[in-house]
């Protein structure tokens, strides 16, 4: 159920979408050894890129922020949370291991037309 919420304001398919909401970060180097093929370096908490979050997200609307990941992800993505908090918005946390098709921006944020915004943060995503 919570795959299907997410879906709906992520609207991965809507290519307007994408060009109306770019990624926020999405810029890490990718790390290439011989037990992490592919891998990525995992977003840490950052003070600058949190302002740029909060600069794209609309001050009135309820934040709907999803942490995927491990739990060291989420404690990284709960930082975001509160930091968004000390700014004024009004917060929920969700906490989910992985979602189909995985993420492939760090942080990810939905439709500011929708009801709730949706802010996906992954700091292991390629």
């Excluded at 990525?40 to 001050?59: H, S």
């Excluded at 993420?103 to 709730?116: E, L, R």
Aim: glycine residues 8%; without cysteine; proline residues 11%.
């Amino acid at each position: 159920m919570a795959l299907l919420g997410i879906g709906s304001w992520l609207a991965i398919e809507n290519p307007t979408q994408e060009a109306r909401t770019p990624p926020v970060i999405n810029n890490a180097p990718r790390v290439n050894t011989p037990n992490q093929a592919g891998g990525t370096n995992p977003l840490a908490f950052d003070r600058a890129i949190a302002d740029q979050l909060v600069g794209k997200l609309p001050r009135r609307k309820p934040i709907d922020v999803v942490a995927v990941g491990s739990p060291a992800d989420w404690e990284v993505v709960g930082q975001y949370a509160e930091y968004l908090k000390t700014k004024g918005f009004a917060v929920r946390l969700s906490r989910i291991g992985m979602i189909s098709p995985p993420p492939d921006q760090k942080i990810k944020v939905g439709d500011a037309s929708d009801p709730a915004v949706g802010v996906i943060i992954a700091p292991n995503a390629f």
